[in-house]
């Protein structure tokens, strides 16, 4: 599903299984944001190969956070020459919690090296250029990023339309969830590109879903 030029949106809408919406920046250079799942990942697969892509036509992948519905599928990129990113904060609260994830999920996070660390400010990528947002609360080392000149940022799992992120898993705080979203509403945003549910789309709706959150879920976090 295209969004607007340059953008297109492999949403999940299952009600019976869990994967994250896939976001494809159609470059230079092509950029591919929460692959999803290893088990789900065919819907971003026949996503990018209708528009005439493949796993090696992309550029770099990056992750939001570390959770196994937005990272799993990275281990698919590894024969191809596509980086990968996330933020060191997550690498580091996931490469801590090594065995447990192995144990849990049989997930092998030397399968998921990191080519380079996202840091907070400018990512100049040839001719695109985003802005990082390190936005803990729901994971330590979540990122949201800003596209300034489509006025899009997208959001992982820290804001939705009409919902935010959970804090009651590991590395989950109320707190610095909040610090997070109150941070990113001064932003001069048209689109707001969540991990998971449909997108918020004009200036006004976007400042609206920040009031919202603010009042409805605030109190109970």
Same mark, same amino acid.
């Given at each position: 599903?295209?969004?607007?030029? #340059? ?7 299952? *009600? ?26 065919? %819907? ?35 024969? !191809? ?15 801590? *919690?090594? #065995?447990?994830?192995?144990? *849990? ?12 660390? @996202? ?6 990528? #040839? ?6 947002? %390190?936005? &803990? ?10 596209? &300034?000149? #489509? ?10 339309? !009409?919902? @935010?992120?959970?804090?009651? @898993? &590991? ?22 590109? &969540? ?7 004009? !200036? ?14 605030? !109190?109970?976090?």
């Amino acid at each position: 599903m295209q969004i607007f030029e #340059k953008l297109h949106a492999f949403l999940w809408q299952s *009600m019976s299984a869990n994967n994250c919406n896939t976001y494809f920046i159609e470059g230079p250079p092509r950029i591919l944001i929460d692959p999803g799942h290893l088990q789900y990942f065919e %819907h971003v697969q026949e996503g990018l190969n209708d528009l005439g892509y493949g796993l090696a036509d992309i550029d770099l992948v990056i992750c939001t956070h570390a959770h196994p519905d937005h990272i799993e599928a990275v281990q698919l990129f590894n024969d !191809a020459p596509s980086l990968f990113t996330l933020h060191e904060a997550e690498w580091q609260f996931i490469k801590a *919690m090594e #065995k447990e994830i192995n144990a *849990m999920m049989g997930i092998r996070l030397d399968k998921f090296q990191p080519d380079f660390f @996202l840091v907070e400010g400018e990512l100049s990528l #040839k001719k695109l250029q985003l802005e990082i947002v %390190h936005t &803990p609360g729901h994971s330590p080392g979540g990122i949201s990023i800003r596209w &300034p000149e #489509k006025k899009a940022l997208f959001t992982g799992d820290l804001v939705f339309n !009409a919902g @935010l992120g959970r804090t009651d @898993l &590991p590395g989950g705080d109320g707190n610095l969830l909040k610090q997070s979203i109150q941070r990113l509403k001064p932003l001069d945003v048209d689109y707001i590109l &969540p991990g998971h549910g449909d997108w918020v789309e004009g !200036a006004k709706q976007v400042q609206h879903n920040y009031d919202q959150l603010e009042q409805v879920y605030f !109190a109970y976090i």
